[in-house]
């Protein structure tokens, strides 16, 4: 079935460094979209979600971008740091009314100091 | 409270034994999603209440699988006569508003890990 995909399961960068982290999805009717943070044994913490209707949003050192035609995400992460090592998962909603999210397989973030 | 909680953190049961996961969301939260999320995997979505009223099960994987939310606010997952494959973590998480704001971040509990012997 339709499923959102990563296409790089494992990232290791430098202290300092910009990450990258990517994200298929395959299904048009998703209009919203979140990028998550999971820690060793914690649950997974919200890190910046976009609309459909948007190409770009910024935070405080995170950037999501959305290309609706070729159905990609991106999460930049700026200055990375060795606490942003995580898995990092995005997910979407596939057009329901109350926000059920759909979620990738996930990509290990490693920062090395 | 400051954030969504849930009980036991962890849970080891024996095969066939009954289990219930509790689940405190945050304080005024409408909306309430249990996921299962398996080793390595992201979590995948079982069941959703709008205040008490469970509106989406669809993923229940079986019908050992029973949630409730009878107050509107704890939520409960139990499952029954537990198998092996049910071993993971089971994760709830709230957000503000109900159906019909479909843009609305759900923050996540810590989960709780279950362990089928």
């Given at each position: 079935?339709?499923?959102?995909g990563?296409h790089?399961?494992t990232?290791?960068?430098?202290?300092?460094d910009?990450?990258?982290?990517?994200?298929?999805?395959?299904?048009?009717?998703?209009?919203?979209?979140?990028?998550?943070?999971?820690?060793?044994?914690?649950?997974?913490?919200f890190?910046?979600?976009?609309?459909s209707?948007?190409d770009?949003?910024q935070?405080?050192?995170?950037?999501?971008?959305?290309?609706?035609?070729?159905?990609?995400l991106?999460?930049?992460?700026?200055?990375?740091?060795?606490?942003?090592?995580?898995?990092?998962?995005c997910?979407?909603?596939?057009?329901t009314?109350?926000?059920?999210?759909?979620?990738g397989q996930?990509?290990i973030?490693?920062?090395?100091? | 409270?400051?954030?969504?909680?849930?009980?036991?953190?962890?849970?080891v049961?024996k095969r066939?034994?009954?289990?219930?996961?509790?689940?405190?969301?945050i304080?005024?939260?409408?909306?309430?999603?249990?996921?299962?999320?398996?080793?390595g995997?992201g979590p995948?979505f079982?069941t959703?209440?709008q205040n008490?009223?469970?509106?989406?099960?669809?993923?229940?994987?079986s019908?050992r699988f029973?949630?409730?939310?009878?107050?509107g606010?704890?939520?409960?997952?139990k499952?029954?006569?537990?198998?092996?494959?049910?071993?993971a973590v089971?994760?709830?998480?709230s957000s503000?508003?109900?159906a019909?704001?479909?843009?609305?971040?759900?923050?996540?509990?810590?989960?709780t890990?279950?362990t089928?012997?």
């Amino acid at each position: 079935g339709e499923s959102v995909g990563l296409h790089l399961p494992t990232l290791s960068v430098q202290e300092g460094d910009n990450s990258i982290i990517n994200c298929a999805y395959s299904n048009s009717a998703s209009d919203y979209f979140i990028w998550y943070k999971q820690e060793s044994g914690k649950g997974p913490q919200f890190i910046i979600d976009i609309r459909s209707n948007m190409d770009k949003r910024q935070g405080q050192r995170v950037t999501v971008l959305l290309n609706k035609t070729v159905k990609h995400l991106s999460l930049q992460i700026a200055a990375t740091q060795p606490g942003d090592s995580a898995v990092y998962f995005c997910a979407e909603n596939r057009g329901t009314s109350y926000g059920k999210l759909t979620f990738g397989q996930g990509t290990i973030l490693t920062v090395h100091p | 409270g400051a954030g969504v909680s849930q009980s036991p953190r962890y849970k080891v049961a024996k095969r066939g034994q009954d289990v219930a996961l509790r689940c405190d969301p945050i304080s005024g939260h409408v909306s309430l999603f249990w996921y299962q999320q398996a080793l390595g995997q992201g979590p995948e979505f079982l069941t959703y209440f709008q205040n008490e009223a469970q509106l989406d099960k669809s993923g229940l994987p079986s019908d050992r699988f029973f949630a409730e939310r009878p107050e509107g606010s704890v939520s409960t997952l139990k499952i029954q006569r537990t198998q092996q494959e049910d071993s993971a973590v089971y994760l709830c998480a709230s957000s503000s508003v109900g159906a019909g704001r479909r843009s609305d971040t759900q923050y996540f509990g810590p989960g709780t890990r279950l362990t089928v012997l």
